[in-house]
């Protein structure tokens, strides 16, 4: 059977997170205070005992699921991956899995990303807002029309009838507006801290590129799908490049696990915080296998 890992993205976290994980392994612990060191903040003590606002801040949030996903699935010995993906964050939890970044060099990308975003949306403040109900082609059409509001575009590609858009506060406000008046069922504003996959992340995608250019890339071992094209790589100099754009484009994860399923993956493994990306595999294509692992015991089998 082909399978394939997919990592959380941001909104997937919980206080407590990979606390389970850290009494109950070794490997896990080390790791964790190895994040603790490599980034000199107390991670650990976030994420585990670390109040839900804070946990909420997109500097400390990205390190944190990061972390989760990448200990889980460095524990994991019972199963393979033909393949990854990750949803935006995700996406550098599946190139360490896919052996394309090592482990530490990654807890630096994550965090220079996080700190970089959360200045973006600080400022250059934007919104975000999920639209359910209304066909993607719908979606863009208006974004478009709401364009001269402010500054709109698709987000997130999700699946089928949930697309976040991303932006100005009047540009997205204003695409809301035409979406409900186009049938969406809803679209509701998202409670974020900035505009992610949105030009206004633009001094984020620079502050990253920087980090990026000091950071070691390989080939990956088994091919991860971007983010931006929806598409397997394998090549280092693509990944970073890949990267370095997705800041600003949107997540084509409806598109992803399509492309997954007729690429002949046939098993897909949720690892990390959650259930997300479970559901919408589900909503995709309800034929396909899914499953998650999250907590030791789901981990228990696998080691």
Not at 179 to 206: D, R, T, W
Not at 255 to 279: A, H, R, Y
Request: charged share 20%; with cysteine; net charge negative.
């Amino acid at each position: 059977m082909k399978r394939a890992f997919l990592f959380p993205g941001q909104g997937a976290q919980y206080v407590g997170m990979a606390k389970d994980l850290y009494d109950n392994s070794v490997e896990a612990k080390e790791m964790i205070k190895t994040a603790d060191e490599v980034l000199s903040i107390n991670l650990s003590h976030i994420l585990f005992n670390g109040d839900e606002e804070l946990l909420k801040q997109t500097e400390y949030t990205q390190p944190a699921i990061f972390l989760h996903s990448v200990v889980l699935a460095s524990l994991i010995r019972t199963i393979d991956a033909s393949a990854a993906a990750g949803h935006s964050l995700g996406e550098y939890s599946a190139l360490v899995a896919a052996n394309a970044i090592q482990f530490s060099d990654a807890l630096k990308l994550v965090r220079a990303r996080g700190l970089a975003m959360q200045k973006a949306g600080t400022d250059n403040p934007g919104t975000m807002a999920a639209i359910i109900g209304l066909s993607s082609e719908k979606v863009e059409k208006a974004c478009k029309e709401a364009s001269v509001e402010g500054i709109v575009q698709c987000a997130n590609f999700n699946s089928p009838g949930q697309v976040v858009i991303s932006g100005s506060v009047p540009g997205v406000r204003k695409a809301m507006e035409i979406s409900k008046a186009n049938g969406a069922k809803l679209a509701k504003e998202l409670v974020v801290s900035g505009a992610f996959h949105s030009p206004l992340m633009e001094s984020a995608k620079e502050v990253l590129q920087n980090e990026l250019n000091v950071t070691n890339f390989y080939d990956a071992k088994f091919p991860v799908y971007a983010n931006v094209i929806a598409m397997p790589v394998t090549n280092k100099d693509e990944i970073k490049s890949l990267l370095y754009q997705q800041v600003t484009s949107p997540v084509r994860w409806e598109e992803t696990i399509v492309n997954m399923i007729n690429d002949g993956i046939e098993e897909f493994v949720e690892i990390g915080p959650g259930k997300v990306l479970q559901g919408l595999v589900k909503r995709i294509n309800p034929n396909v296998a899914s499953f998650g692992i999250d907590k030791y015991t789901d981990l228990e089998k696998y080691l």
